[in-house]
């Protein structure tokens, strides 16, 4: 995970992946989350017009610390919030990086997908366990480790 980009897209299960996603914050970039003024996390069920225009406006000020770090988590975005964040996701002040995460990018209109580079955290940080490799390596394991593996997904909540 670099910074080259801005804005980033995680696909997954709301807890799970914003969980990953902490941790490689904390490993990769030593971002610390709690206490941290430039850091924010917004998780809901539905991102409101009025929770993306205050997200917007909060991404107007430049950081207090380092960088300041946005984290949308939402299982669905309203066209009118995703428009009202995609000037925000386009041109965002410098030292400023989003994080969405959603369940599926499908719910996201193109114009917003766009603007986010798609990122995987493995299964270890807490995300999907689904790049080529993993099914490489699914692939190639006998059928008693295949039915283990299948097994630790059925018992995921």
């Not at 610390?65 to 984290?71: A, P």
């Not at 009118?80 to 989003?98: G, H, R, V």
């Not at 193109?110 to 807490?126: D, F, K, M, N, Y």
Request: glycine share 8%.
């Amino acid at each position: 995970m670099d910074k080259n980009h801005h804005a980033y897209l995680l696909e997954g299960e709301r807890k799970t992946t914003l969980a990953g996603l902490l941790g490689k914050l904390k490993e990769e970039w030593g971002i610390e989350t709690k206490g941290n003024p430039d850091f924010f996390v917004l998780e809901c069920e539905t991102l409101s017009i009025g929770e993306a225009r205050a997200l917007k406006e909060s991404a107007t000020t430049k950081p207090f610390l380092g960088e300041k770090i946005f984290v949308i988590a939402a299982n669905f975005m309203g066209h009118e919030a995703q428009n009202a964040l995609l000037k925000t996701l386009e041109e965002p002040i410098s030292d400023t990086y989003f994080f969405v995460i959603v369940p599926n990018e499908k719910i996201l209109l193109p114009t917003v997908r766009s603007r986010l580079l798609p990122l995987r955290i493995g299964a270890a940080e807490g995300g999907a366990k689904n790049t080529p490799a993993d099914v490489l390596e699914f692939l190639k394991s006998p059928a008693e480790e295949r039915l283990k593996i299948l097994g630790g997904f059925l018992t995921h909540e």
